[in-house]
């Protein structure tokens, strides 16, 4: 069902992101009276489609290979490598027959959607629920093996400090903006006592390695609610109670405990709570399901600050500008060797587990996920490689340079090399997906 769920959600991503891509592409070419011969979302290769329609001059369709997709613009040379463009003379409805500056848009139109789908998002999570603030005085959880607790860094200690910079929120604290910075050094508040832990220089490899930050903010195990005639009840606890101890080892976060309990099922535990300024001991009896009938609060204090719609519309823009220039400042790492290319790198393995993972935390972690996930589409759009849109851009910005068109001939070998590199690039990210998982 996992591996359903999986399947699923990636298609989900694939779909919402390469329809919105293709889009900026088709509107475009429309505007400006372009024919747009078809409009693809997922590969059709070899005619295998689940569904295909011709409306006017264009054939919508669905194909079998839910890897991406296409918008064919007649008169342009693209990933279909379409020899007979260059058999016959520009027609009027031809992307090679209009103005350079026409044809840049139409390239552009993809990112552009792209970046504005993540601003949307950005824009109507953040004026439905607001911006969250959770006070660094709610200290820190710690999962074992995360970078976090490499860096030195325990469970019930605070952040107080990130670069110097005083941080008043985890919101803060954890600014994304902060991973790619030169160095990244935070102040802690433990028992009274304030130090220093550093970030490694490849923050990004690990953190895609162990694929999140590994910390959050810690939640006590206060007793919600407990199941009348289950085993808690009947060993005296009550809602209200705050579990401090099993079997004599603290405990201090609500993960501990329900772990600690699902996995002695049948087994007796030593219980310690505090109920009404009162120490009370019991051993309780997991039952065959490793539950002991009792429910958990989460009493973080997350503060939602509600936003005007001008003002999400800002913040929404915002989040995209710095999503934008971290994405682009983290290749900037992987391709200068600071980050590991095999690590930091994932291909649709790797997408489908984490769009699985972040459905299962919920839809407003979904539609982040996609946000994010649009915005490293487009910044990988934009690079100035043959067939990708960027490279696109860069040959029709040197034919209106040099004011005359680039021999079909030389446009269609460089559209070869390109789909080669791209092709070879793919196969290397599914084998290190597959390697790698």
């Known amino acids: 069902m996992d591996f359903l769920s999986t399947i ?36 059709d290769f070899y005619n295998m489609r689940l569904w295909k329609k011709k409306i006017g001059d264009t054939e919508y369709g669905i194909g079998v290979f839910p890897l991406g997709g296409y918008v064919k613009i007649a008169g342009m040379v693209d990933e279909s490598l379409d020899a007979d463009i260059g058999a016959s003379e520009p027609q009027p409805w031809e992307f090679r027959a209009k103005p350079v500056w026409q044809r840049l848009i139409v390239l552009a139109g993809g990112v552009t959607m792209n ?23 709610t200290a820190a959880f710690v999962e074992t093996g995360s970078i976090f607790e490499g860096m030195g860094l325990k469970t019930g200690d605070r952040f107080v400090e ?38 490694p220089a490849n923050i990004l490899t690990k953190l895609n390695e162990t694929e999140g930050f590994g910390i959050r903010p810690i939640v006590p195990p206060v007793i919600d609610q407990v199941i009348a005639g289950d085993p808690a009840e009947q060993g005296g606890m009550r809602p209200g109670s705050l579990i401090t101890a099993i079997n004599g080892n603290e405990v201090s976060d609500w993960t501990e405990v329900v772990g600690i309990i699902s996995s002695h099922p049948g087994k007796a535990l030593n219980f310690t709570w505090t109920d009404s300024s009162a120490t009370l001991t019991a051993a309780i009896t997991p039952g065959e399901t490793g539950k002991i009938g009792i429910m958990l609060r989460q009493p973080v204090t997350t503060e939602r600050v509600k936003l005007s ?13 710095k999503m934008s220039a971290l994405t682009v400042q983290g290749f900037g790492k ?13 291909g649709p393995i790797k997408i489908a587990k984490i769009a699985n993972r972040s459905a299962e935390q919920g839809p407003v972690s979904f539609l982040f996920f996609l946000a994010v996930l649009s915005i490293s589409l487009a910044i990988i759009n934009m690079l100035p490689v043959p067939a990708l849109d960027g490279g696109q851009f860069v040959l029709n910005a040197i034919e209106g340079i040099i004011r005359r068109e680039i021999p079909f001939a030389i446009k269609m070998r460089i559209q ?6 791209l092709l070879t690039l793919f196969a290397y990210i599914l084998i290190n997906d597959i390697l790698n998982p």
Do not use: C
């Open 8 to 43: 699923f959600f990636f298609i989900v991503a694939i779909f919402i992101l390469v329809t919105f891509h293709e889009l900026g592409h088709f509107l475009t070419a429309k505007l400006f009276g372009m024919r747009v011969d078809k409009f693809y979302i997922g590969f």
């Open 115 to 137: 970046l504005l789908l993540a601003a949307a998002i950005f824009i109507g999570v953040t004026y439905t629920l607001g911006e969250s603030r959770t006070s660094t005085t």
């Open 162 to 199: 990130a670069n110097g910079t005083p941080v008043t929120t985890w919101e803060e604290a954890l600014d994304p903006e902060r991973l790619t910075a030169g160095t990244l050094a935070y102040t802690i508040l433990r028992d009274g006592k304030t130090f220093t832990i550093t970030a």
């Open 309 to 321: 719609f001008a003002a999400s519309v800002t913040s929404g823009f915002a989040q995209t500008w």
């Open 334 to 346: 992987i391709f200068s060797g600071q980050e590991d290319f095999r690590k930091s790198v994932g």
């Open 416 to 421: 070869q090399i390109g789909m080669a590199l």
